[in-house]
């Protein structure tokens, strides 16, 4: 594929919240030279938890609400408060009436043409030969792209307004009869599309045969992002962020601690991922390095700054580049005779996969098996529920732990688990276990739920701040 000269660029929730201030510094930033970027932009923040559920707390929203089968009032007023949040985000963004006008209208019609498709579906399904339970996945496709179309509607509006020539990409799918793999829906929607002479807003949801939620759910923007760089042969893929790609979270260890990493590869950025740590979903960085495609993560409130370039190329020395951490489950099955029997691993494997639970490390011994894994508590009770009807004798256990890791391109010859494991001896903390592979990429050590931040706080001093000066990387 020839690398053409145009980057793709993605902009988060969080961003896009601020995307009216951000307009000149961060989307024209060169009024005499504004174009060769294509922009994939995720919904106004808030608006993807009204319509589906609130990504911590649970909140229902519209999708959770028609789920629950509670009758029309709730998923109606769910709706409501979508239409009221989304006028009040372009509202934010917009200042000419004609613009505020032409919005205004969007939101109705995609809203209006969801509420019609909600009632038709509960209108089918009480008739015997049909089940909600059928659609839902179909409906929750729906409800989220519409965030996105809205928030690239407006985005657009705005920009023309300023005098771009901004085209409004919508990959959602609406009113599509069509039945297309993602590849095509993306390779349609830009067939006419010239980004050398303006400058395309994408949606970062698009409507395809895979059905993107099934299996990214709220990842399904950086799929179509890292997908529309590699079949465009973008010369780079771009991720603007409302803070730097940096060595710990600044409001744990202080801006003035953290360094921004500058460079690192896509073997970091998936232990990131492992880690629930946000840089870039691993099947998107997967196109990305298969695609020959560069990454880089900017503060988009930091225009200037290059941010942290994601490549394949080896770092110059050894040394730990981000301490993380994450809270998590332990899941422990002790079983005496275990020893010398196979089949435990394969049954519990089995048995977390049904139950669709993620497994973010494990490690076993002569008779026991632990996995350390992120999912809810309820969840993880219905599991060990399972476990122990298939092993009877053996003894099943949960506990709330937290692993913090150190992660690097290369820790060879640092001593990483040693160092570590004096930084929490010194901050008078104990480590519940500690491991770390062959590989030398990370060192992952398990320590009590609560305490996380201090474990991070310490090792983060002894792994980074003796080693390098910091660099303020915070926005």
Sequence with gaps: M?????????????????????????????P??????????????????????????????VYAAFASGEGDHGWLAALDRVQDAMRAAHADVLDHP????????????????????????????????????????QMRELLSGLGEAHSAFVTTLMLQRAGIAARFVDLSGWRDQDEV?????????????????????????????????????????????????????????????????????????????????????YDVADQ??????????PKAAK??????????????????????????????????????????????????????????D???????????????????????????VDASLKLLRRVTRDLEERYPSAQVGLRAVAMVAAVGRDLDGLSVLNRGLNALAEAGLSAIAASQGPRQVDVQFITEREQMADAIRALHAALIEADAPAIRAAA
């Design 2 to 30: 020839t690398r053409a000269s145009h980057t793709v660029e993605k902009i988060g929730g969080t961003t896009m919240s601020r995307i009216g201030a951000l307009r000149d510094s961060l989307l024209i930033r060169d």
């Design 32 to 61: 005499a030279s504004p174009y060769g970027r294509v922009f994939v932009v995720s919904a106004f923040g808030g608006i993807t938890n009204l319509l589906l559920e609130h990504k911590k707390s649970g909140e229902p929203g």
């Design 287 to 344: 196109t990305l390095r298969q695609s020959g495609v560069a990454l880089r993560v900017t503060n988009a409130f930091q225009p200037d700054d290059p941010g942290t370039l994601i490549d394949d190329c080896a770092p110059e020395k050894a040394a730990v580049e981000i301490v993380t951490g994450l809270e998590l489950y332990a899941l422990e099955l002790f079983e005496q005779d275990m020893v010398g029997v196979k089949g435990y």
């Design 272 to 281: 990131l991922s492992n880690l629930g740590m946000e840089a870039i979903h």
């Design 346 to 372: 394969a049954a519990i494997i089995e048995v977390l996969t049904r139950h669709n639970v993620r497994i973010v490390s494990k490690v076993s011994n002569a008779n026991t098996i632990t996995h350390y």
């Design 181 to 265: 793999d993602l590849d095509q829906r993306i390779t349609a929607a830009m067939a006419a599309v010239d980004p050398a002479s303006e400058m395309p807003i994408v949606t970062g949801y698009a409507q395809c045969r895979e059905g993107l939620m099934r299996e990214f759910d709220r990842g399904y923007s950086e799929v179509t992002f890292s997908r529309l760089a590699a079949l465009t042969g973008a010369r780079e893929a771009i991720i603007h962020k409302e803070f730097h790609l940096s060595s710990a979270d600044p409001r744990l260890v202080g801006e003035q601690a953290v360094r921004k990493l500058g460079r690192t590869n």
């Design 98 to 137: 004609a613009d505020l006008e032409r919005a205004d209208a969007f939101v109705r019609d995609r809203l209006e043409g969801a509420r019609n498709c909600l009632i038709d579906l509960q209108r089918l399904c009480s008739y015997g030969h049909f089940r909600l339970s059928e659609h839902m996945l």
